[in-house]
């Protein structure tokens, strides 16, 4: 069974730029959530899709949006970049069953010039 | 979700037990002990959970205190590919509001040959 894929693994922005980031869950899954990792912050909770719906939400600027398609592939979203953006950019998935495992991908490393 | 509080580092040598602690004293009676872990340059892999009796996997053990305010993730033989950081998360397991990690700092285990 293949992972959680992330496309693209690297990209590199400019202030002010949008930029959209893909994930593909193991076939199955149901569940999507998307991290945000920098040295200072660490691993934080960006948002989770679970049907289509957006089921939980970290605390972040509106800036940062997200959507999953009826596969549930998701894609999330970056508005009006700040040099603070920069971060690894990680996607889980999950079955959906709230005690389960989640199955992180590679991630994607932006940087924001 | 309740909080949990972990060294920030920790030493062992290679094919030695290592022996993680975690505290959790505000841990509810439905909260399940997640470990992950984070190996360098990679997403974080689930390592095992529990809830109120210990847990064996292939990877690791889960021994969790009869008052369930702390628990000890438990390396049998260390390895250098077992150099990671160590997270140890509390899950709510009834709740239907989704599924979010709250990953903390975690522990940073450096194993040496």
């Known amino acids: 069974k293949a992972g959680v894929t992330q496309t693209p693994r690297y990209l590199i922005k400019t202030r002010g730029q949008q930029v959209t980031l893909s994930c593909s869950p193991i076939?199955?899954?149901?569940?999507v959530s998307w991290y945000q990792q920098t040295p200072g912050q660490g691993l934080q909770f960006l948002f989770e899709?679970?049907?289509?719906?957006?089921?939980n939400k970290g605390n972040f600027p509106g800036r940062f949006s997200g959507r999953q398609f009826s596969n549930s592939r998701s894609e999330m979203n970056v508005s009006t970049l700040e040099l603070g953006d920069s971060a690894l950019y990680l996607c889980?998935?999950?079955?959906?069953?709230?005690?389960?495992?989640?199955?992180f991908g590679p991630g994607t490393r932006l940087t924001v010039l | 979700d309740a909080k949990t509080t972990q060294p920030n580092s920790m030493e062992s040598n290679e094919e030695e037990p290592v022996h993680l602690p975690c505290n959790h004293s505000?841990?509810?009676?439905?909260?399940?002990i997640h470990w992950y872990r984070q190996l360098p340059s990679q997403g974080p892999e689930y390592v095992i959970h529990?809830?109120?009796s210990n847990v064996n996997n292939r990877m690791a053990s889960l021994a969790i205190a009869e008052d369930r305010k702390s628990s000890t993730l438990i390396l049998h033989r260390a390895t250098l590919r077992d150099a990671a950081v160590y997270y140890c998360i509390l899950r709510d397991g009834s709740s239907n509001s989704g599924y979010a990690l709250n990953f903390g700092k975690g522990t940073s285990l450096l194993v040496t040959p």
């Open positions: 889980a998935s999950t079955t959906g069953e709230v005690t389960n495992e989640q199955f």
């Open positions: 505000t841990i509810s009676g439905t909260d399940y």
């Open positions: 529990g809830l109120t």
């Open positions: 899709y679970f049907s289509e719906t957006q089921r």
């Open positions: 076939s199955g899954h149901r569940s």
